[in-house]
């Protein structure tokens, strides 16, 4: 027998434990919480509620497995100890920056460096396989596509808190982290939650373009412009067109505002480094892709998964948002694109960026060529619209 197979129970599980956070930075994770299973809250109740309210929209894979969704032991009832993972993706620069440049394009900071899943899941997959030859345990990895409730399990290992924005907020790396878990069948000690930090502060709510927040902790999907521009396959209500501005996919306001970001360090991870075409790309170029250059210029990264239309639907919303004229036959030339979502909101850039008198001309010849409905009625619409909606005439 060795020596160390006399120490107390509590005593091995601690130097496992130990062990496993030293690989894991070793990996290459930046922050690394355990927690028992049990400890983990039951989510099942708020999830229906959600869902009930309709506050998840088209994601209907939020309804479904609900029950493996709600706790670690729904999903692997061997679930000891949930290891919970992250990684810093601090950008290099204030995200807003971009906000105020209305012919360049505003992408999410989590997606100007490659697909965070690509890069986290091999890291997992390596940290679990040492786990189970070194310590002879069961264990499962996760990174986001699974039914797991990320954020509470990442809460209940310390790495930080939910804000009132929803998201995990840590008192070292701000809201900049990727999340992941490796599920075991270890029973390790656990480390203390990490208390709420948020106090009397609602920057993040206040933030919030579209006023997405009914409450604090509370969040509606389908009034949240990451939601609008990322899970939202169909045409994105008028209401919301505006006030998305220049943004593309997603949305970093209530993450950018949060003051617990003042300690953040830019991320270490060349991966999630802003790549050179998306640091401050000019919407007329984006425009112009067709599916073979919107997959070859989004190779690797998170946009690829929305597709072309989609992400071209966006791009015309921000060029009607743009308030630059010159930019209006970049839309024209895409009144005739086969995707309806795009043919759309050309006619919609287009109702801002022309006169009235130029957009009427417009609509005589191209309305009653349509056949597809929701485009004819963005015609008719627009076309009907006071005059001093136009972006060309109101700043007259």
Known sequence: ????????????????????????????????????????PDGGKALAAYVGAGHHGSMGWMAGRTAERAHPNGLWPETRTVIALAMNYAPPIDPLELLAHGERGSVAAYARGRDYHDVMKPMLKRLARWIAETHDAGVKVFVDTAPVMEKPAA?????????????????????????????????LPPDEP?????????SCLDACPTDAFPAPGKLDARRCISYLTIEHKGHIAP?????????????????????????????????FLPRIELTAPKLADLAG????????????????????????????????????????????????????????????????????????????????????????????????????????????
């Open 289 to 396: 892709l067709d599916d073979a250059g919107f997959r070859r210029v989004f190779s690797g990264s998170p946009i690829k998964r929305i597709g072309r239309d989609r992400f071209v639907r966006n791009v015309l919303i921000a060029i009607g948002n743009s308030a630059l004229p010159a930019l209006a036959p970049v839309a024209r030339r895409l009144l005739g694109d086969p995707a309806p979502v795009v043919r759309a909101m050309a006619v919609w850039a287009l109702s801002r960026l022309l006169s009235p008198n130029e957009f009427h001309r417009l609509a005589a010849v191209h309305q009653g060529e349509e056949t597809d409905a929701d485009v004819a009625a963005e015609w008719q619409c627009a076309d009907a619209a006071p005059a001093a909606t136009t972006v060309q005439e109101a700043s007259r």
């Open 155 to 187: 809460a209940a290992g310390g790495l930080g808190w939910q804000g009132k924005h929803t998201n995990l907020v840590s008192r070292t790396h701000g809201s900049w982290l990727f999340l992941g878990e490796i599920f075991t069948t270890l029973d």
């Open 239 to 271: 209401e919301f067109r505006t006030v998305m501005g220049n943004r593309i996919y997603g949305c970093d306001d209530c993450l950018a505002v949060c003051p617990w970001n003042k300690y953040a360090t830019r991320t270490r991870h060349y991966a």
């Open 1 to 40: 027998m060795t020596q160390n197979s006399f120490k107390p129970a509590s005593v091995k599980q601690a130097s496992v434990k130990q062990d496993i956070a030293e690989k894991a930075r070793e990996i290459g994770f930046d922050a690394v919480g355990f927690a028992a299973a049990g400890a983990v």
């Open 194 to 202: 990490e208390k709420d930090h948020c106090g009397s502060c609602r």
